[in-house]
């Protein structure tokens, strides 16, 4: 997933922004700590590059099971949720890509939690993750507007990927397909 092309421009964390985008959960289940953004050029040289957010993150305690001792699959599921909802809240408030820079956001706000749906998931765990401290990357996709009926709402259909590893080597990875609709 980690490519070669140079980031054009590079957004520390917003911890205001970050802070916002995490109240949804509960305070024992806010994994995200940290996350770069980065938009990177298209081979092309077109302006409208990959957006890619790079976070720390942290499960001190499972919010719903004992301690297995390792990042678990609800956790990945929490963790890649946390990084795409500041992703497109990064996105959204920097203006980046085609599909998010006429929004506001005010709109991301009213989209954020009933809006924004995980249509396909696919992970891959390679090797155990320590949960205490470990590393995420996201990155968007294509993003196409479409109508599923010629009469009914347009929805934004995206492919993103993800992975996460730690310093002792631990691995997942997957493909996540989210559509954002309109409530």
């Not at 320590?130 to 995206?158: N, V, Y």
Request: glycine residues 8%.
């Amino acid at each position: 997933m980690i490519d070669d092309r140079q980031a054009l421009v590079s957004y520390p964390t917003d911890e205001e922004l970050m802070a916002r985008v995490l109240r949804c959960y509960k305070p024992n289940c806010r994994y995200l700590t940290a996350m770069t953004l980065s938009v990177t050029a298209e081979p092309d040289g077109g302006k409208d590059g990959t957006v890619r957010g790079v976070a720390d993150l942290s499960i001190g305690e499972s919010c719903y099971i004992d301690d297995t001792g390792h990042l678990n699959a609800v956790e990945v599921n929490i963790a890649y949720n946390q990084m795409y909802y500041y992703v497109i809240a990064k996105s959204v408030a920097e203006g980046l890509g085609p599909i998010f820079s006429g929004w506001t956001m005010a709109d991301y706000w009213r989209h954020q939690l009933p809006d924004m749906l995980i249509t396909h998931w696919v992970s891959r765990f390679r090797r155990q993750i320590d949960r205490s401290r470990f590393s995420g990357e996201l990155k968007l996709g294509q993003a196409k507007q479409r109508r599923l009926t010629s009469t009914g709402p347009a929805l934004i259909a995206m492919d993103t990927a993800f992975r996460f590893w730690d310093d002792r080597d631990g691995r997942v990875d997957g493909e996540v397909t989210v559509a954002i609709v309109s409530s």
